[in-house]
């Protein structure tokens, strides 16, 4: 089946146990096993030490956001219909050298284009949630509230 998405592979060899994490409702980072530095996206080789060997670790899902955009036309056909729709770089709470890239939604299986753009405030707490779409669960962030 063909998705009208441009989604990642959750089989990919470096990724996959990430994607794993995400199906089981757990935001996992990867870690150098020799050096302990984490790294995000997942990748064969420690860029800090050069090192093979690696190991995951569960985040606690909470950070902030770093940055967003508001993507605009033209579009692929499937994110055309959504516009507009925000995506956002947050930093995690656990280590604010590591960024995850989302979309900020309202509620935890609501859609990419239900935040008002021009309601997002760099700094804004968030927690992770988790959407399926088609066979992979993608990380989303909703606001944190005192």
């Known amino acids: 089946m063909e998705s009208k998405f441009l989604l990642p592979d959750p089989e990919d ?77 947050v930093a995690t709470d656990d280590d604010a050298n590591l960024r995850f890239i989302g979309n900020l939604v309202a509620t935890p299986h609501g859609a990419i284009n239900e935040v008002d753009p021009a309601t997002i405030r760099i700094g804004e707490s968030v927690r992770v949630v988790f959407q399926q779409v088609e066979d992979v669960h993608l990380p989303r962030w909703m606001r944190v509230y005192s």
């Open 13 to 89: 060899d470096d990724a996959a146990p990430f994607w794993q994490g995400t199906a089981r409702g757990e935001l996992l980072v990867q870690a150098c096993a020799a050096c302990g530095k984490r790294r995000m996206p997942p990748r064969p080789m420690c860029p800090s030490c050069g090192a093979t060997t690696s190991r995951w670790e569960k985040l606690s899902g909470r950070g902030t956001i770093w940055s967003f955009v508001v993507p605009h036309p033209p579009l692929l056909p499937a994110y055309q219909e959504l516009a507009p729709y925000n995506v956002i770089t």
